[in-house]
């Protein structure tokens, strides 16, 4: 069955540093991932679109690859500020009218 | 421009009652979406609406669940009757289209007794 994997546990970084999420997927043919991030007690917000045919985008602070030999997506953010503490959720979807499927998110602590 | 609306914000039930929610997505977006968000866990997707059809209700739990969305814009999410594992947060999200970022209303948070 389609399986899509992220950290459950909570990553802990100081500010400044650069904060590397993991998004893993099995048995899965993404046309293409998307981020989004979710703070306590809100729906999620749209961060970044990334397409099966594209290895890198940025965004400001952010930046996204996508590796569909490795079935795995990183999700950097750099100069990590404590508001960037919150969870983070990777989405996949095979295109057309296929669902979007999210994974379980992980949490991100940044310290000051 | 306003972001979705949805309503109530909380609701507390006891088991076998019934609640409805209720969402108002982006004006001219024409795909909705319901997902529930049980704690610690993404969103999963219960219905997906194109316009006033549905797409993809393959993991709504039709015994107990049902979506409606008239005229192609609100939408309604009702739980008749309500089972203790029902207790979550209801997300609705609309999109221009398919295969487009889809933007988050706060969510109701219900939680069945």
């Known amino acids: 069955s389609q399986k899509i994997e992220q950290n459950s546990e909570a990553l802990n970084i100081q500010e400044g540093k650069t904060a590397t999420l993991t998004c893993n997927y099995t048995n899965y043919s993404p046309a293409y991932l998307q981020w989004y991030r979710q703070d306590p007690g809100r729906g999620p917000v749209f961060l970044l679109l990334?397409?099966?045919?594209?290895k890198e985008k940025r965004k400001e602070r952010l930046k996204v690859t996508f590796d569909t030999t490795l079935k795995q997506s990183l999700f950097h953010i750099t100069a990590s500020q404590p508001a960037d503490s919150a969870t983070y959720l990777c989405?996949?979807?095979?295109?057309?009218?296929?669902?979007?499927?999210f994974g379980t998110g992980t949490k991100l602590q940044v310290i000051p | 421009e306003a972001g979705v609306a949805q309503s109530p914000r909380y609701k507390i039930i006891e088991k076998r009652q019934s609640v409805a929610f209720w969402c108002n997505p982006i004006?001219?977006?024409?795909?909705l979406y319901w997902y529930q968000q049980i704690l610690g866990q993404g969103p999963k997707l219960l219905i997906q609406?194109?316009?006033?059809?549905?797409?993809?209700d393959s993991q709504l739990p039709k015994d107990r669940f049902s979506a409606e969305r008239l005229k192609g814009v609100d939408s309604t999410l009702k739980i008749q009757p309500a089972k203790l594992e029902d207790s979550a947060v209801y997300l609705c999200a609309s999109s221009p289209g398919f295969q487009e970022t889809q933007y988050f209303g706060p969510g109701t948070r219900l939680l069945v007794l």
């Open positions: 990334i397409r099966e045919n594209e």
């Open positions: 609406f194109q316009n006033n059809g549905v797409v993809d």
């Open positions: 004006s001219g977006h024409a795909t």
């Open positions: 989405a996949l979807s095979s295109g057309g009218y296929q669902k979007v499927t």
